[in-house]
């Protein structure tokens, strides 16, 4: 049975807001909420909030960042959360990029060495701890062949990030039928192309300018012109759905045919000055 979860930055929820939205979350169906981690409220310890306050709905780390916690903590806070929450935690981890790691006093290595050395150590380690339900899932974030191969050997799957359909299709090819695939995607409520292309190329401004987003989006048949400007007209159509529900709809569905077993939605604009957009979340909605 396929899987929708919502991944959204949580700074733009005071703490009472971002539990009434995880708790909307749950009520419509969606199986999981995906916390970034970037430069505002830690993942670890939101995830422990948002727990104590829910019932049903998973809470994952899209994506735990692998330089900033030792994997001793990681294994700790991973066996913990899963074991207090009765198994709704969810461990997505990453190298996240080089130049954030640098900057702050990390070396940088190869995401396949560093990610092999990491599942190694978090495999060793023995949490003295009473014993979640079941074992807590756990996805790395992969793109290319070698780290895909390696989550679908070590983990549970992996989580793909603004990639496309034709992505999920080679990325399902590469790890199998048993493996899952985790895909986050855009998605826009906006019929009018110019308002969305805008809004869209706000959203992939920082993706945009990524040498390691290049390497990958050319393997899907795009170009240096492509990523000039803010990204060409066919490259933002292609990373954002947007447009009306049934547009919004059919682009998760080829994410499915594709092979992802969860699409993780992106949504747009969701905070604004007349207060909550729900229309993406709305006409996602499993329990809609």
Known sequence: MNRYGVLTATEQFSSSAL?????????????????????????????GYLLGRTQR???????ANVYVRDPHAMAQARHALAELSGGRFILGLGVSNAT???????????????????????????????????PCPTYIAAHGPKLQALGARRTNGIITYLMTPEHTRLSRARIGAAAELNVVAMFLAERDPTVARAKARAALKVYVGLDYYHREWRKLGFADADFVGGGSDRLIDTLVAWGDDGVLRERAAAFERA???RVIVMPLGVQTRQGLDWRVLKALAPAR
């Open 19 to 47: 539990v009434e939205f995880a708790q909307t979350l749950e009520s419509r169906g969606y199986d999981s909420l995906w916390l970034p981690e970037l430069f505002g409220r830690e993942p670890i310890a939101t995830a």
């Open 57 to 63: 709905i998973a809470v994952a780390t899209g994506i």
């Open 259 to 261: 092979g992802a077993t």
């Open 100 to 134: 954030l790691n640098t900057s702050r006093g990390h070396t940088w290595q190869p995401p396949l060495t560093k990610m092999t050395n990491y599942l190694d150590a978090m495999d060793s380690i023995s949490v003295a701890a009473p014993a979640p339900e079941q």
